[in-house]
């Protein structure tokens, strides 16, 4: 039999994985292994699918905020989903060419599903969204 506890920190565990090594480390060799080829990511600018679209997530924060970092300030698990409350970090270049001074915080909201060990789906709130976007 199946502990569901087992299955909810296996999930948290691949979810925590891609803030930390994927957006944190700009590590994008572990996509294949967190993420499902039939992931769809539901993103306030639009579909990202796959490992690639979630690679183009990350690269284009990565490219706003080169120093990006991430905290995970709430993370829980039910079933096959994950919720979490995050905050990324970093100080931009520039923000639509302009440039900026002191950091910037973006805070953000998303609710993961998996299946398997991958992520198969997520849809992800950040405010402010990123000038330039």
């Keep these: 039999m199946v502990d569901h506890r087992d299955v909810e920190r296996c999930n ?8 930390e090594e994927g957006y944190g480390q700009g ?3 572990v996509l294949p292994h967190l993420v499902s080829p039939d992931y769809v990511g539901r993103l306030g600018i639009g579909d990202h699918y796959g490992p690639e679209g979630m690679r183009i997530d990350i690269a284009a924060y990565r490219a706003l905020l080169p120093d990006l970092s991430v905290t995970i300030d709430d993370l829980f698990a039910s079933g096959d989903t994950v ?10 270049r520039s923000v639509a060419g302009q440039p900026v001074n002191g950091p910037v915080e973006l805070h953000g909201v998303a609710i993961d599903r998996l299946a398997g060990g991958l992520l198969v789906e997520s849809w992800v709130v950040i405010a402010p969204l990123p000038l330039g976007s």
């Excluded at 565990?13 to 803030?19: D, Q």
């Design 12 to 19: 948290m565990a691949v979810v925590c994985r891609l803030l």
């Design 27 to 29: 590590n994008m060799s």
């Design 83 to 92: 919720a979490r409350r995050f905050t990324l970090r970093g100080n931009p």
